[in-house]
């Protein structure tokens, strides 16, 4: 049986950035939730900056083929004028309509105050619905001050909701793996 693929997409237009850092945490917690693991990728928007948006760019299609190909996405991105990056919208625009074909995708936004915390759902999730991405459970929105205790953070979450985040996909309909089953931490909607 191939273990499931789980694909973190960096919409920070700054390489190794903290919200780089929020999407492999989170990402490293699905994996190791599955009894097995699954195969985990990222693609950070910043490596490709401005190509992200040439539709010839091999590096870009090949970027799109992964997130189509991925069975979990994970869709991290700084909160610029209280929605996510132009960066990430751009690479977001090169998928059709329903592109996405039902893949559960977890959005993931940092920000330096909790006004914004109703951008993952006002703006975030409706793109992903578009794309044809299932939301199984709200996303995350993280404080700046609150990444240095985000891997207990995403623990607890990934423990909260494996269930909404792994039942659709039938290679991975079992339980958290019993290091997540106990995680401590607050819980996270």
């Known amino acids: 049986m191939t273990p499931p693929t789980i694909l973190g997409i960096v919409g920070n237009p700054r390489p190794e950035s903290r919200t780089h850092n929020l999407c492999r945490t989170l990402v490293r917690a699905l994996s190791a939730a599955l009894p097995g ?3 985990t990728d990222e693609v950070d928007l910043a490596v490709l900056g401005p190509r992200a948006l040439d539709p010839a760019d091999a590096d870009a299609i090949a970027a799109v083929e992964r997130v189509l190909a991925a069975d979990v996405l994970v869709l991290a991105s700084p909160t ?3 929605t996510y990056s132009g960066l990430l919208k751009g690479f977001l625009d090169r998928l059709g309509t329903g592109a996405l074909g039902g893949a559960p995708a977890v959005p993931i936004m940092l920000g330096g ?3 914004h915390r109703l951008a993952i759902d006002v703006h975030f999730t409706p793109l992903l619905l578009e794309l044809g991405a299932s939301a ?3 996303g995350l929105f993280v404080l700046e001050s609150e990444t240095e205790d985000f891997a207990a953070r995403a623990q ?7 269930g909404a985040l792994f039942g659709p996909i039938t290679s991975c309909a079992a339980s958290p793996s019993p290091a997540l089953s106990g995680a401590a931490g607050s819980t996270v909607s």
Not at 156 to 162: D, I, L, Q, R
Request: charged fraction near 25%; glycine fraction near 6%.
């Open 37 to 39: 693991g699954a195969e």
């Open 80 to 82: 610029y004028k209280a």
């Open 113 to 115: 105050a909790p006004d």
């Open 136 to 138: 199984p459970v709200r």
């Open 156 to 162: 607890a979450w990934v423990a909260e909701h494996h």
